[in-house]
């Protein structure tokens, strides 16, 4: 995505929920004033298309591309085409461009709601790992807070096709 694409990011933002996101439902003049900042493209952030037989289903933003060796990713499909598996070729798709764009990036992570089984699922078939489990840190639209859950892909294990796991509870009094 460049600039040129503003109208359409505004127009696919604005015409979906998004109901695991902080903002659900944007609205075109919110959108608008975040571009304005540079939300979607600038040192720090790319903003991609999601596309399929050449039509534009969703959009991705790599973020903190400047600022360290880890990566995030927003990642927003179209209503009519969740629930469709299309989720983890996503998620490749990102690593592969991560990991082959940017040779310094050593893990590549996201985030997302507790309550979000769906994407959860999606991390880990996709070959990522629960990393962290932050309580009552992502607010809601009607005040309240639930569970961020981070998840990563390591670089060796999208070279090498591998998951490295770790023990959750690791010290023991």
């Known amino acids: 995505?460049?600039?040129?694409?503003?109208?359409?990011?505004?127009?696919?933002?604005?015409?979906?929920?998004?109901?695991?996101?902080?903002q659900a439902a944007p609205h075109a003049p919110d959108v608008r004033a975040g571009?304005?900042?540079?939300r979607f493209w600038n040192e720090d952030t790319q903003g991609y298309w999601v596309?399929?037989?050449?039509?534009?289903?969703?959009m991705a933003a790599l973020e903190d591309l400047q600022e360290d060796d880890t990566p995030l990713f927003d990642l927003?499909?179209?209503?009519?085409?969740?629930?469709?598996?299309l989720g983890v070729p996503v998620l490749r798709?990102?690593?592969d461009l991560v990991f082959h764009a940017m040779p310094n990036t050593r893990r590549f992570e996201g985030q997302t709601r507790e309550d979000n089984i769906a994407m959860r699922k999606t991390f880990l078939r996709a070959g990522f790992v629960k990393e962290a489990h932050y309580r009552l840190a992502w607010p809601t639209s009607d005040g309240g807070h639930l569970?961020?859950?981070?998840?990563?892909?390591?670089r060796q294990d999208w070279e090498n096709g591998t998951v490295s796991r770790f023990e959750w509870e690791d010290?023991?009094?």
């Not at 571009?35 to 540079?38: H, S």
């Not at 596309?51 to 969703?58: H, K, L, R, W, Y």
């Open 93 to 95: 798709a990102l690593c």
């Open 147 to 154: 569970a961020s859950i981070a998840y990563s892909i390591l």
């Open 1 to 22: 995505m460049t600039p040129a694409d503003a109208e359409d990011v505004v127009s696919f933002l604005a015409r979906n929920r998004f109901p695991f996101h902080v």
């Open 51 to 58: 596309t399929q037989d050449e039509n534009q289903i969703g």
């Open 76 to 85: 927003r499909l179209e209503e009519s085409h969740r629930g469709q598996g």
């Open 35 to 38: 571009i304005a900042k540079g």
């Open 171 to 173: 010290l023991k009094f």
